[in-house]
């Protein structure tokens, strides 16, 4: 293919990252299928394609749903409990990547996403977050319009039911850090527990591969104690970064240079933080620890 057709691509290489990764929940894997999209595109002749944009998204999703069912089989024997591998989103600033930007990449909103079937999931990303008709989207799932229909509507039906879908300012986000930050450092609470849920949760994904809780903590009480006492522990006096991960505000604990855990947060519909999410499988860790981040605590 010519150099332009090169920059087709380009132009919609951030778009295709953004629907690879809300379908699969991992960067590695949405890295795998951009490229091999891009293989795709490049054995194609010059001028045979007449609609690149909606030709590129039908191979993007549809490498991404075969790849979606084997990795669906393999989290049945995934080690502890599974969360979407953490996005660095302050780098794709691009004016033309807002999509990659937007509430639908939260960590919470992931989770809701694993609840759908594939093509569900897909149809729904298709049509409410990127904004394709039913006759497109049709086509590229290689079913019937009504059929596409009735899965966006089911899909935005179990979407709108969850309850932890919501976004803080980002003002907020910062106190919320800042608040976190201090409790793990002296132990203080205060301001921290004005901050959360009274039923807030905190989740860990190690994959077996490192040291984290091994159950859902529930509650103020348990959420607390692990704050200051568990990563009080482990985190006082070390090297803590803020980044902006999946378009909110997270932290990343560091030792020798190397990201060793990730913490990003969901919220109720008060701007509370109700989800915290700890992310310590090196394996979803890597494309962190090349990213800079603002330091928030030594």
Known sequence: MSSSAIEIFESHRQVLMGLAYRVL????EAEDVV??????WLGEKDGSI????????????????????SAR??????????????????????????????ESVTMAFMLVLERLAPKERAAFLLHDVFEMDYRDIAASLDIAEPACRKLVSR????????????QAPKDRQGELLDAFMTAVNTGKTESLVSLLAHDVTVQSDSGGKATAVSR????????????TKVLGHYWRGGEVVALELNSSLGLV???????????????????KASQIFVTRNPDK?????AEAGVLVRH
């Open 73 to 102: 089989r393999a989290r049945t024997s995934y080690i502890g409990a599974w969360l979407p591998e953490p996005m660095h989103t302050e780098v794709l600033d691009d004016p033309e990547c807002q999509l990659s930007l937007s």
């Open 285 to 289: 860790l890597a494309r962190i620890d």
């Open 35 to 40: 490229q091999d999209t891009l293989i795709a």
């Open 50 to 69: 007449s609609n690149p944009q909606g030709w590129l998204t039908t191979v993007c999703v549809r490498k991404a749903l075969d790849v979606l069912k």
């Open 253 to 271: 604990s560091r030792a020798n240079g190397r990201a060793e855990a990730v913490i990003t947060f969901g919220f109720d519909a008060d701007g």
């Open 216 to 227: 859902t903590l529930v509650g103020l009480k348990e959420t607390l104690a692990f704050v």
């Open 25 to 28: 929940g991992s960067v590695a």
């Open 155 to 166: 899909a935005r039906a179990n979407v709108q039911r969850a309850e932890t879908v919501h």
